[in-house]
């Protein structure tokens, strides 16, 4: 994978060891490692309320960057991402319900779950492109929802399945600290699955086919081999979310995957920025956490009581507008700001790159 | 015969509901996902305009009407005009955001109980006994007639109508279009506010016949694939389009489980889509990437 990162000094890699490496500089490592120890120590200063919405950003960065696989990298569009939540979430809740399946046992069911509907999920893509492809992925989060809820109206659980917390070592995991941990190795790993998957053969032949097809068909890539993959991987790290999400919930209902869900998955894409890891992580942490900064906003001005009724209206319409601004204003989403900000500090005191051949 | 009439009335409603996807898609090539709330808009405009003309209920609609157009203008020249040129799915996120602003906008204004604009207007809706034995109330009956007559409108508009000729030049061609001195702002503002027009017509009939909430959306979003299995740039093919779907929904819901109503119109379009992408009647283009 080449990187994009720009680099200030000249920095050169000199063997293939350190052309491999993921963290290369001094400044890097140690910018990671102090981010680290604050990831580690959060938990122990945060309030419950803190701890639950850090928990709640870890779950929808595990979905980000699986979507930003499918959207940003493969290019693919996917308008179903709830669906494949659902389905993760549901089979924890049915294995659980059916036959008391401990954790060991349903994440992979539901990663394999994830998986087979990825390849149903991918079918259309082999045929439609664009827009009618994004079409066909919303019809299937809708089978797939529908399908959830006859499950809940046939065997009675029409308000939800309730799950209980998974045992580990003979101890139930309840405590929200416990939680972050699990939730924190998830994401890492889902992250560092993402970095490799990229900057490996599947990365780049994904890249080949977002690009253009026909080049990427004439380059010797078997472009339905790698859009299916790109869907089963997708797929299967979503629905291992979703299996996630349940558990973290206790709780299993379809009412949680409307197609608002999806919505906001893709709008982390968006508002992030599409084609970037980063902004997967920086569009989940701003699209989980945006709800409760207007809420806080909101109980802050004066006459608080009258608006609390109005929230929920007031939130919908607020992501709305901030979705609009960014699609509209700033494609490149938080992270071409980000990149802005850099270049502003690499360039200065110039304003703009200079031409290529222009130096002597 | 009740069948017959149900399958009918649900296909009306698709039909006047995907005419508003077909001309913006057939105009600009723009998908509108936010035309379910446009359409819910339009519903609420009545019942707004119901209140401050309470005595006269024609002067209600037809300034619910006008506002409705007002609105599909300005949705064009404030939002949808900065995102022509841009790629397909960038413009589809567009409304699909914009939908959810207003659906919130909606819910703050107007309060998220069910309430029905035949009140204030003290409109009733009897039901008509149909030779045959079917029966079908007022608004149903008047909702199929009016989709019939725009139906009719907009054809003879856009095959004879001066306005209509541009538009479908701007479709097949913008280029050329422009080139030739079409105002292409002026066409998708023109397809935009007509689309929006329509989809009002649909949501004020449907809330005078039972009622809106913001349940609403719902019934926009199944209009969709109607629109897309007869083809997203042909009007004959969303009129057979919704036949299809309301005719499988209908027949699903009754003989099979109710529980599927919300359903059964994507199924159709997955089967569409497996077996004829570009639907029953429309022109097969090259789909685009991402």
Redesign the interface.
Known sequence: MSRPMPRASGYFRTDYRRDLGLVETRLEWTSLALFIVALLAFPFLASPFHLDLACQVFLAAIGSLSLMLL?GYA???SLGHAGLLAAGAFTVGILFREVQAPFWLTLPAAALVGGLLGILFGL?SL??????L???T???H??VV?LG??YE?RRGFSTGITIDPPQIFGRALTSNRAWYFILLVFAAATLLICVNLLRSRTGRAWGAI?A??TVAEALGIGVAGYKLLAFVISSAITAVAGALFAYYRGFVSVEAFS??LS?SY??MT?IGGMGSLLGALLGAVFVTLFPYVIEAGLLALPGAQRYAG?L??????????V??LF??FE?LGLVGIWHRIQAYFLLWPFKHRPLSGSRK | MQLIVNIVVLAAIYALISCGYVLVYRVSRV?NLAHGELMMLGAYLLLSTAGLFAGNPMAAIAVALLLSLTVGILVYVL?MR??TG?M???A???T??????????V??VWS?QQQNPAQPLAFTNAAIELPGGGRISIFAGILVLVTAATYAVVFAFLRFGRWGVRMRAAGQNPLLAAQRGVNLHAIYALAWSLSTLTGSMAGMLIALDSGLDSTMVIIG?KAF?AA?VGGLDSLLGALAGSLIVAAAEVLAIHYIDP??S??VP??V??AM??VR?WGLFGTREE????
Do not use: C, H, W
């Open positions: 959207t290019g693919q569009i259309p045929r439609l492109r664009g827009l009618y994004a079409v066909s919303l019809a299937l809708f089978v529908y809820g006859e109206t977002r253009r097809e197609l608002f919505i893709v709008a968006i109005q929920f209206a007031v939130n919908y319409s607020a992501f709305g507008l979705m609009i699609l509209v494609p | 998908l939002l900065k995102m841009e397909v799915l960038a589809v996120l567009t699909v955001a914009l939908g959810i602003l207003l659906r919130g906008l819910v703050l998220a979003l694939p897309l529980l599927l919300d359903v994507f199924l379009l997955i889509l497996a992408p789909l685009d990437r991402v």
